[in-house]
């Protein structure tokens, strides 16, 4: 049981280039979100998604977009990277029944750097 | 909309002591739920303890404990005995209960670094 993983660990990308954050789950759980942490700073929402084919924006969702086919898989997309970027992103994902109880559980993070 | 807000960015503790970190939250809300993760160098998010706002009774899990002070909007972590492996990013979250129509979102703080002194 794997959990959440997300690739790349680590990436560094040019201004203006464009890449995708990765991230699936195993555990068969509906809800989906991605959070950026910068430094000194609480993680802020960015998209989240409660089912396949359902996506809505947090709090920072300029300059990403995601996408949601399959219950396992919500990838990142970043577009036109901008140094402002530059920060920690972590996928999380529950199993949401709607008590506000359930755990979050995160993956390990994607470092990224856009220079 | 919620807001978190963690006050002290550093706290030291000498091990085997006791440290209290602070967080206070905003919400217009009656029911909710309040957590405290700890991160780690490694970055992994570690849920450490979960407090459910009409319990009026302090959540404990070992040697970590909360002060949740509802009328305050007040949720203060308390850690027993401090060990070295406690020290680590510590945020304070809040995610309603309305799990279904806010998405079952967790609303961070901006975090508390403790560092623990042998």
């Known amino acids: 049981n794997a959990g959440v993983t997300q690739t790349p660990k680590f990436h560094i990308l040019k201004i203006g280039q464009s890449m995708t954050l990765q991230c699936t789950q195993d555990?068969?759980?509906?809800?989906m979100y991605w959070y950026r942490q910068d430094p000194g700073m609480g993680l802020k929402l960015i998209y989240y998604?409660?089912?396949?084919?359902?996506?809505d924006k947090g709090e920072v969702p300029n300059g990403y977009n995601v996408s949601r086919s399959t219950t396992e898989d919500f990838p990142l997309r970043l577009e036109l990277a901008a140094p402002s970027q530059t920060s920690v992103y972590f996928c999380?994902?529950?199993?949401?029944?709607?008590?506000?109880?359930?755990?979050?559980?995160f993956g390990s993070g994607t470092q990224l750097s856009v220079l | 909309a919620q807001t978190v807000t963690q006050s002290q960015p550093e706290m030291s503790v000498q091990e085997a002591e006791t440290v209290t970190l602070s967080c206070t939250y905003d919400?217009?809300?009656?029911?909710?739920?309040l957590f405290w993760y700890k991160q780690p160098p490694s970055r992994q998010m570690i849920l450490v303890i979960r407090?459910?706002?009409?319990?009026?009774q302090n959540a404990t899990e070992n040697r970590f404990s909360v002060n949740f002070q509802k009328a305050a909007k007040s949720f203060s972590l308390k850690i027993s005995d401090s060990q070295l492996g406690d020290a680590a990013m510590y945020f304070c979250?809040?995610?309603?209960?309305?799990?279904?129509?806010?998405?079952?979102?967790?609303?961070f703080g901006q975090g508390t670094e403790l560092s623990v002194k042998p």
């Open positions: 999380a994902s529950s199993y949401n029944t709607g008590t506000g109880r359930e755990k979050l559980f």
């Open positions: 555990m068969n759980h509906n809800y």
């Open positions: 998604s409660v089912g396949a084919g359902i996506t």
């Open positions: 919400t217009s809300e009656s029911d909710y739920y």
């Open positions: 407090q459910e706002a009409y319990k009026q």
């Open positions: 979250a809040y995610r309603s209960l309305d799990g279904y129509n806010q998405g079952g979102k967790l609303i």
